[in-house]
């Protein structure tokens, strides 16, 4: 659903962990700020047809819901910094705990309690600045299990458990489904998107904590916030789309070696996929005509975002009124990647005139996290 859209439905939203007592609203963009800057190469995407086969459980007997509940209990930990609480749950072997950014922001050590009531100090070893995620080492955890990542994003109507503290609350366990997916919006500084919308109950420190696949134990996504509206909606970032980074900052911490990613470039890229490729440049102009820069911002690879700020991205379209698609072309470069290459037509406004200027724009898109995404790109002015 594009933001539009969601602002006939949602009056405001809150950040629910530490310091979250106050409400953001959802801000729309009116026409006039509708723009385009082609010398940022823009990015489009959209969910490909992709299998999102429920996740399984690594174990040879499946697991009652209760021992599911056990097992993920001692792996959720509550988080105390100078701001208030949070939540957050292990994630690897190194004692690394991933948890919302702004439950840690302005800490740099932070407090952890584990469902034994034991504490430990824990340093934050990662921080998103627009990316509501962080990363807290916790050496005394080392030795601790960590809980199962879901290779495979949730469907609409998948059972879900949300662990954390909420209120204060430690060890809560609250149960639901999927209600909605692909949710996108803005609560400064953070930019959220694709968000699970869940019905299982969340509110202030509940972020950070896990939310789990109420029938393999596996962690889908983080609860990060909740909208203030009649029953309230919860919210929670996929662990797909953030995984990547996380594990970036664990790597690069001391006593860990970084890991390499081999990409096998050795078949075709099928019709459909080129296809389906073509058709994302319209959707992605689409958006900016729209000024949903929000949901245009989001299609971007993750390389690509953390060199252009959601700030610098929406400040580049200043001066371009609409976009349109003149010509689209695409081909395979490999198993994984594509480019795709056309003409847009751009007007934009020069010294109070509209001026119509067609450029040409070349993209490498690909896949992150089971999603197309722009990888990189070009735009270059027609002669």
């Known amino acids: 659903m594009s933001k539009r859209v969601w602002g006939t439905i949602i009056s405001s939203a809150i950040i629910i962990g530490a310091g979250a007592g106050g409400v953001f609203w959802i801000h729309q963009h009116t026409a006039d700020e509708m723009a385009l800057a082609p010398k940022l190469a823009v990015a489009f995407s959209k969910q490909a047809d992709q299998p999102k086969a429920k996740t399984t459980s690594n174990t040879t007997e499946k697991k009652t819901r209760k021992q599911i509940i056990e097992d993920?209990?001692?792996?959720?930990?509550?988080i105390e910094s100078s701001d208030g609480l949070g939540s957050g749950f292990l994630y690897n072997n190194k004692g690394d705990v991933i948890t919302n950014a702004h439950v840690v922001e302005g800490?740099?050590?932070?407090?952890i309690r584990t469902l034994d009531h034991q504490e430990y100090q824990g340093t934050v070893i990662g921080f998103g600045e627009e990316t509501d995620v962080a990363v807290v080492r916790v050496p005394d955890l080392v030795k601790m299990e960590p809980l199962p990542i879901a290779s495979a994003k949730a469907e609409v109507g998948d059972e879900i458990l949300a662990l954390g503290s909420p209120l204060g609350f430690e060890n809560t366990v609250t149960t639901g489904i999927i209600s909605g997916l692909d949710r996108s919006f803005e609560i400064p500084p953070y930019i959220y998107t694709n968000l699970y919308q869940i019905s299982a109950p969340i509110t202030n420190g509940n972020s950070g904590g896990p939310l789990i696949n109420a029938e393999t134990g596996e962690v889908l996504g983080i609860n990060s916030t909740v909208v203030k509206q009649e029953g309230g909606l919860g919210f929670s970032i996929p662990i797909t789309s953030v995984l990547k980074q996380v594990e970036q900052?664990?790597?690069r911490s001391p006593d860990t070696k970084g890991a390499q990613t081999v990409r096998d470039s050795s078949s075709q890229t099928s019709s459909a996929a080129l296809s389906?490729?073509?058709?994302l440049v319209a959707d992605f102009?689409?958006?900016?005509?729209?000024?949903?820069?929000?949901?245009?911002?989001?299609?971007?690879?993750?390389?690509?975002?953390?060199?252009?700020?959601?700030a610098k991205f929406r400040e580049g379209y200043t001066y371009t009124s609409y976009v349109s698609v003149e010509k689209i072309s695409s081909a395979s470069t490999s198993k994984e990647e594509?480019?795709?290459?056309?003409?847009?037509?751009?007007?934009?406004?020069?010294?109070?005139?509209?001026?119509?200027?067609?450029?040409?724009?070349?993209?490498?898109?690909?896949?992150?996290?089971?999603?197309?995404?722009?990888?990189?790109?070009?735009?270059k002015k027609k002669k």
Do not use: F, P
Not at 72 to 78: E, F, H, P
Not at 107 to 111: D, L
Not at 285 to 310: F, P
């Open 72 to 78: 993920s209990q001692r792996k959720v930990v509550t």
């Open 338 to 379: 594509m480019e795709v290459s056309g003409v847009i037509a751009a007007e934009e406004r020069k010294d109070g005139e509209y001026v119509t200027t067609q450029y040409n724009v070349t993209y490498q898109v690909g896949y992150e996290n089971g999603q197309l995404k722009i990888l990189h790109g070009q735009g």
């Open 249 to 251: 900052w664990s790597e």
């Open 107 to 111: 800490s740099k050590e932070v407090t």
């Open 285 to 310: 102009y689409n958006y900016l005509n729209m000024s949903d820069y929000v949901s245009a911002y989001a299609l971007l690879g993750s390389e690509w975002q953390s060199g252009t700020s959601y």
């Open 276 to 279: 389906e490729a073509e058709a």
